[in-house]
């Protein structure tokens, strides 16, 4: 089945420590994508990626850094600068990246920092 | 820039009865319209969307959507709910050139028996 599968489902963290949330596609889509969700937030997006090797920074994405080495694998680290961390993760992916392409989303990652 | 409005944060509903979660939205282009599902705990799942043509969308789970440019609004409707639809809903908006996702912030639909 192709999909988006993200890892790990839970994660727990402690103060001043580097994280890495994996996403990983089978879609051959181009484009993937962050967001952060929290509460009463909706989504707002970290960063994004149209090709390999190319990403840009989204609407949140101070303390969070990305690569995009291969086409299907587009992972996140949650630095220690960020200063409010604990959120739900979710990773997505779309055809292009052009406007109007469905984006379509991973299961997601909840990260709680202890 | 474009911003999504969803107009209430929850919206309670008995069994077999009709659901409107209403969206509005704030652009000076074009745009192209989305309705997303959330069930608990789990990714987001495209339910509708407008990109040009009929007003009227339809989509999955019996949902469907009108497209208001006058209004600036692409409210979703069900006739009939049922239990399985308690799940968050997401209103979501790009257009232009900008092809980044703009999101509402979410209305829970609540459907008690």
């Known amino acids: 089945d192709g999909g988006i599968t993200q890892s790990p489902k839970y994660l727990f963290r402690k103060e001043g420590q580097n994280v890495t949330l994996s996403c990983e596609q089978n879609l051959n889509h181009d484009a993937m994508y962050w967001y952060r969700q929290d509460p009463g937030q909706g989504l707002r997006l970290i960063y994004y990626s149209q090709i390999v090797n190319d990403f840009q920074k989204g609407d949140i994405a101070e303390g969070y850094s990305v690569s995009r080495e291969k086409k299907e694998s587009f992972p996140l680290t949650v630095t220690s600068a960020q200063k409010n961390p604990t959120a739900f993760y979710l990773c997505?992916?779309?055809?292009?990246?052009?406007?109007?392409?469905?984006?379509?989303f991973g299961p997601g990652t909840r990260l709680t920092v202890l | 820039a474009q911003s999504v409005t969803q107009l209430d944060s929850q919206v309670p509903v008995f069994e077999e009865a009709p659901v409107e979660l209403r969206c509005n939205y704030s652009?000076?282009?074009?745009?192209?319209l989305f309705w997303y599902v959330q069930y608990p705990n789990q990714g987001l799942q495209l339910l509708l969307k407008y990109l040009s043509g009929s007003t009227l969308v339809k989509g999955i789970n019996g949902f469907e959507a009108e497209f208001n440019k006058s209004q600036t609004s692409f409210h979703l409707r069900k006739p009939s709910v049922h239990i399985s639809d308690t799940a968050e809903y997401f209103c979501?908006?790009?257009?232009?050139?900008?092809?980044?996702?703009?999101f509402g912030k979410g209305t829970l639909l609540t459907v008690n028996p």
């Open positions: 979501a908006v790009t257009g232009g050139s900008n092809y980044k996702l703009t």
């Open positions: 997505a992916s779309s055809i292009e990246g052009g406007t109007g392409d469905t984006q379509y």
């Open positions: 652009s000076s282009v074009s745009v192209y």
